[in-house]
């Protein structure tokens, strides 16, 4: 998907500041009515929302097509208001990314569709390899692109909850996906926070960026795999892709290391990097141009100097676990080895309790968190850095159980 909605995804890497809102319980408003009835609250609602979409140029046969039997669907409130108890474990993550099976069925994919590909690199600058990392990771090649109906999930999302603002934005995008008359409105289906087809884009990324790149007068994301990746292509290279540019680099940080320089707001020069002894994995020189390091599993786990492409892709989806992904998804597709240090795999998440704990802990200790929500976030890894920093710790802002444990002392 494009997915700037950080599902659950964002949640696991936690690199997003802002602080989640658990909002009302949506299930305190859905139909009261009995089975076959309506819900008066949110007819009401709907009512109200179509002189919106009308005064925005929606028509009338438009909206009425698109929101005929709509009612706000139980499944997509759940998954709204879930928050994991835990959160995944990058290596994990990257591991069920970068299956066996993934790579297979990319390199078959680059394969069949080369002279497509071949022209969509040349048209937007975006590597073929990237756009293909991108189309297995968002829907499996076109294998999971969800079934819900676009217009109900959007407008139960925009009827009651904690993204009531995104959902009336992204319904009244798709309901103008409509009236341009890309897609039948029977045939807008996507996830359940509205992200559609092969590269599972939300309405409004598909009104600014989606292209036809078949040329049959259609931006077709669902069942046209040249639209789907062009669109994608489009995206990035509008995002600041640089062509035939770096996304980065696995790297070896000498003894001694300074891990606070560990920041996704810092960037150096790889001749400043390499003045600090750092260098490549297997010794060899630094790619050139600015870099910025990543530690994604802290000092413990594998470090990477990423570059411009990397963050480019982080438009797409803002988690660099994400990116992560992506880049070495591509990587494998070219033909070249994944990562080379051991992650530290014995170390366990800390859960939603856990993660509150050290933030107000933190607080209390003086290293203002901005909040206590469970997400680690910009301003949590900045007042961990601080602490560990007073403590002699590595600060490498990354939470741990031994972590925990030491603030708790």
Not at 282 to 304: C, I, Q
């Amino acid at each position: 998907m494009f997915r700037i909605i950080v599902v659950l995804m964002a949640v696991l890497t936690a690199h997003l500041g802002a602080c989640a809102q658990t909002g009302v319980a949506a299930e305190s408003r859905l139909p009261k009515a009995p089975p076959g009835q309506a819900d008066p609250a949110f007819q009401a609602w709907l009512a109200a929302f179509r002189v919106e979409a009308l005064s925005q140029g929606v028509s009338a046969r438009t909206f009425d097509g698109a929101m005929r039997g709509v009612v706000p669907d139980v499944q997509v409130v759940t998954a709204n208001n879930n928050q994991p108890e835990f959160v995944r474990p990058v290596w994990d993550y990257l591991s069920s990314a970068i299956s066996d099976t993934r790579v297979v069925n990319g390199r078959n994919m680059l394969s069949q569709h080369r002279a497509t590909l071949a022209r969509l690199e040349e048209t937007y600058g975006v590597d073929r390899h990237v756009l293909v990392a991108i189309w297995g990771l968002e829907s499996g090649y076109g294998a999971f692109m969800g079934t819900h109906r676009v217009t109900q999930a959007l407008a139960t999302l925009a009827y009651s909850g904690r993204r009531t603002a995104f959902g009336r934005e992204q319904l009244l995008a798709a309901l103008k996906i409509l009236e341009r008359g890309d897609i039948p409105a029977d045939q807008m289906t996507g996830s359940w926070a509205g992200a559609m087809g092969h590269t599972q884009f939300i309405p409004t990324t598909f009104n600014a960026f989606a292209v036809d790149a078949d040329g049959d007068g259609k931006r077709d994301i669902w069942h046209s795999i040249p639209d789907a990746l062009g669109s994608a292509g489009n995206y990035l290279g509008q995002s600041g892709w640089e062509k035939g540019g770096s996304w980065g680099q696995e790297v070896k940080l000498p003894d001694g290391f300074n891990y606070a320089l560990a920041d996704m707001s810092l960037s150096k020069a790889h001749s400043d990097w390499a003045a600090l002894g750092v260098k490549g994995i297997k010794g060899e020189a630094l790619n050139e141009g600015r870099s910025t390091l990543l530690l994604p599993a802290g000092y413990m786990g594998p470090a990477f100097l990423v570059q411009q492409n990397f963050r480019t892709v982080l438009r797409y989806n803002n988690a660099t676990s994400y990116s992560l992904a992506v880049n070495l998804l591509a990587d494998e597709l070219r033909g070249r080895r994944g990562v080379v240090a051991a992650w530290p795999e014995d170390e366990q998440p800390l859960n939603a309790a856990a993660r509150q704990e050290m933030q107000r802990l933190l607080t209390e200790k003086g290293y203002d968190t901005k909040g206590v929500d469970g997400i680690i976030g910009a301003n949590t890894r900045d007042a961990l850095r601080a602490w560990q920093v007073s403590v002699g710790l590595p600060a490498d802002g990354y939470p741990t159980s031994g972590v925990l444990a030491r603030l708790r002392r």
